[in-house]
């Protein structure tokens, strides 16, 4: 299980937190996603073997946030 945390702008809310969380959750591979609004990061566990970060980054930017590097 790999963990990594990323920065993601235009979280304002709840409705961003469910979307998010939502969204990557449902991802084959993916074990948990906890979203921090104040810190602007989104937690994420996942096996590497299952799903990839482009992945990941790219669902959240499906959902309309960007992921800054």
Known sequence: MENVTLNVKG???GHCVKAIEGSVGTL???ERV???????????????????IDKIKETIDDQGYDVVS
């Open 28 to 30: 084959q591979g993916v």
């Open 34 to 52: 906890k979203v921090n609004l104040e810190a602007g990061e989104v937690a994420i566990s996942f096996n590497h073997d299952k799903v990839t």
């Open 11 to 13: 979280m304002s809310c």
